[in-house]
């Protein structure tokens, strides 16, 4: 299962086990895991990019967009190899 948002997101939530620092995409981020530190459990990952976000109808935009991805049953590199590969869509 894979999970990605961007946005308004808040990567407080949750009860992660262990975090250490990742790069993500050249961006400083931070990878979580299950706290209980089974193989192939739950993994998180978030980091902000430049760009504009208005977080809220009416709201003034902010200089970065928030992303997360969330994986069960990857490994903490599948999921940031994932994260890595992903790109910009322009609309």
Do not use: C, F
């Not at 975090?19 to 961006?27: E, N, S």
């Amino acid at each position: 299962m894979l999970s990605i948002q961007a946005g308004g997101i808040n990567p407080s939530s949750g009860e992660p086990g262990h975090q250490r620092p990742v790069k993500v995409r050249g961006q400083d981020g931070v990878l979580a895991s299950d706290p209980s530190g089974t193989p192939l459990g739950t993994v998180w990952v978030w980091w902000e990019e430049p760009g504009r976000w208005t977080p809220t109808e009416g709201a003034m935009p902010v200089g970065h967009v928030r992303y997360a991805l969330w994986g069960k049953g990857i490994s903490e590199d599948e999921l940031l190899t994932i994260a890595d590969s992903l790109v910009r869509v322009e609309r």
